[in-house]
């Protein structure tokens, strides 16, 4: 359903608030084809708003040609900035760069970051943008949890469904997503609200069970019937069931790239405006499924690439799985229980 302009500009300026934007401070905004034009006309009117001087950079779209999806995040790695020096510059400028045209996991982001540059992604419809406008209470929450991933060195995730897996934890950092950026080098993603981080290289050993109704991305669907994935040090060895099975298999084949099937990313949801349902509701290519990324109580976790995370893995296929109905021990507490939150600000339960 759309929003106004006016619900927009605030809700940008909540989020420029909130990271810290100020007079004299330089905003650019990165565009690209596919970028949303009331999110763009809104970002730039909430910083002009608070006397930033705003930039505008539109940048080529990469990949189509070899991508089998128009999800931006179906290929990654290679975007419209590499090799681009002149753009690079410019963004590295920037106190804040408002990415509405995707460049996570890209050599690139990590230069800028690295720079001090603050990087804030938002490709997500404005309706959803406005449901999940991020707060301070958002901050807490996720900050709060994130004491309790950073603590432990082991996370055993099992399910009713048959799933039963360890990953051993502390090499990678923790990926607080709570939507703003109020510190140079923080990137940031605008609907979020969960925790992440990496499994320590080839410790993934067990079996996932991918329940009906648990969800791909960037397939954006619902899985029909259970999908098992048997995990050897740290990577996918075999997955089986039907056609859910199948099709996942022949698309993560079309890489031909072996590091397409390691363990990445490894989390749970956090955010109480995020709807299972919302997957369901929307066309493929009108959302990359935030909800289901953010969702309170689910079992996130992917395969692919770890160079967000500092590693070496640069692959161009990365599979999101979020999964229902989990539960998700650290050191032997839960924070999450049969796919529900357990107080995790006091160190679960
Ligand atoms: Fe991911």
Redesign the pocket.
Known sequence: MPVSDFELVEAWGQVLALSGVRAGQTVTVLTSSDTNAQTMRTAILAAQARGAIVNRLDLLPVNGGTSLSRDP?AFVGTTPLTGNRAALELLKASDLVLDLMTLLFSAEQHEILAAGGRILLAVEPPEILLRMVPTEADRQKVLAASKVLRAAREMHVTSAAGTDVRFTLGDYPILEEYGFCERPGRWDHWPSGFL?TWSNEGTAQGRIVLDRGDIL?PQKSYVRDPVTFTIRDGYVTEIEGGLDADLLKGYMGSFNDPEVYAI??VGWGLQDRAHWSVLGLYDREATIGMDS?ACAGNF?W?TGPNNEAGGTRDTAC?I?IPMRNCTVMLDGNAVVRDGKLVNATEGGQ
């Open positions: 995040l992440a991305l990445s990313h990324r996130l992917s990365h999101d």
